[in-house]
Nanobody, 123 residues
C-alpha cells in the first residue's frame, strides 16, 4: 500500500506565500511523475504543476511565474512553493504520484492520490 500525505496548507493573505509538501511512503520500486492538482468549490479538478523523476517541470498557465514545483527523490517528496497568491488560488490541493512496482519479472505502475490540503487566500 502506498500513502501520500500532504502538508503546508492554510490561510494566507493575497500576495503571500505558502509551501506545500507531499511525502510518499510504502513498498515500491520507484516514483515516476509527481504533480499537484487543485479543486475549488464548484469547479473541476485542474492541473497545477507536474515534475518528472529527472526534474522537468510543467505548469498551468495560471500559476507560471508564481509557483515552483520541486522534488526530493531520496525522500520521495514533492514540494510546491506558491508565491504571490491570489484569492482565485483558493482550493484543495492534492498531490499525485505515478508509482512503479515489480512482481517477479513484471514491472507495472499505478497512480496514487493524497487526501488534499486546503489553501485559502483572502484578506
Amino acid at each position: 500500500q502506498v500513502q501520500l500525505v500532504e502538508s503546508g496548507g492554510g490561510w494566507v493573505q493575497p500576495g503571500g506565500s505558502l509551501r506545500l509538501s507531499c511525502a510518499a511512503s510504502g513498498r515500491f520500486v520507484s516514483i515516476n511523475d509527481m504533480g499537484w492538482y487543485r479543486q475549488a468549490p464548484e469547479n473541476q479538478r485542474e492541473l497545477v504543476a507536474t515534475i518528472t523523476s529527472g526534474g522537468t517541470a510543467n505548469y498551468a498557465d495560471s500559476v507560471k511565474g508564481r509557483f515552483s514545483i520541486s522534488r526530493d527523490n531520496a525522500n520521495n517528496t514533492v514540494y510546491l512553493q506558491m508565491n504571490s497568491l491570489k484569492p482565485e488560488d483558493t482550493a484543495v490541493y492534492s498531490c499525485k504520484a505515478g508509482v512503479a512496482f515489480r512482481s517477479g519479472p513484471l514491472q507495472y505502475g499505478m497512480d496514487y492520490w493524497g487526501k488534499g490540503t486546503l489553501v485559502t487566500v483572502s484578506s
